[in-house]
């Protein structure tokens, strides 16, 4: 089992992931004005920006709907592993004498 530090560390580093992803994706998409190359008529926009903005909705739907939901999971259940009831010790067994 993972420690506790280990476990945090993991939770920080897909955020920053995911955040950083989604960032650098608004940056490039914003400074090359794709929007309004994707938004003007005709089919005119390079197959490279449409993946870009396909991914761009895919990392932000899951930074902004998915994520936070996921990290209070993890969280609740680090807190759970680490002060939640602990399993009890299996009672010994009895020996029950065969019926005849």
Same mark, same amino acid.
């Given at each position: 089992? @993972?420690? &506790?530090?280990?476990?945090?560390?993991?939770?920080?580093? #897909?955020?920053? +992931?995911? /955040?950083?992803?989604?960032? +650098? /994706?608004?940056?490039? /998409?914003?400074?090359?004005?794709?929007?309004?190359?994707? +938004?003007? !008529?005709?089919?005119?926009?390079? @197959?490279? #920006?449409?993946?870009?903005?396909?991914?761009?909705?895919?990392?932000? =739907? =899951?930074?902004?709907?998915?994520? $936070?939901?996921?990290?209070?999971?993890? +969280?609740?259940?680090? !807190? =759970?592993?680490?002060?939640?009831? @602990? $399993?009890? $010790?299996?009672?010994?067994?009895?020996?029950? $004498?065969? &019926?005849?």
């Amino acid at each position: 089992m @993972k420690s &506790t530090r280990r476990r945090l560390l993991s939770v920080a580093g #897909e955020i920053a +992931l995911v /955040l950083g992803a989604h960032f +650098l /994706l608004w940056a490039w /998409l914003a400074d090359n004005d794709v929007a309004a190359r994707v +938004l003007a !008529a005709g089919a005119h926009v390079p @197959k490279t #920006e449409m993946a870009a903005v396909m991914v761009f909705v895919l990392v932000r =739907f =899951f930074a902004l709907v998915l994520l $936070p939901g996921v990290v209070l999971a993890r +969280l609740a259940g680090l !807190a =759970f592993d680490r002060w939640g009831p @602990k $399993p009890s $010790p299996a009672p010994p067994a009895h020996d029950t $004498p065969a &019926t005849p």
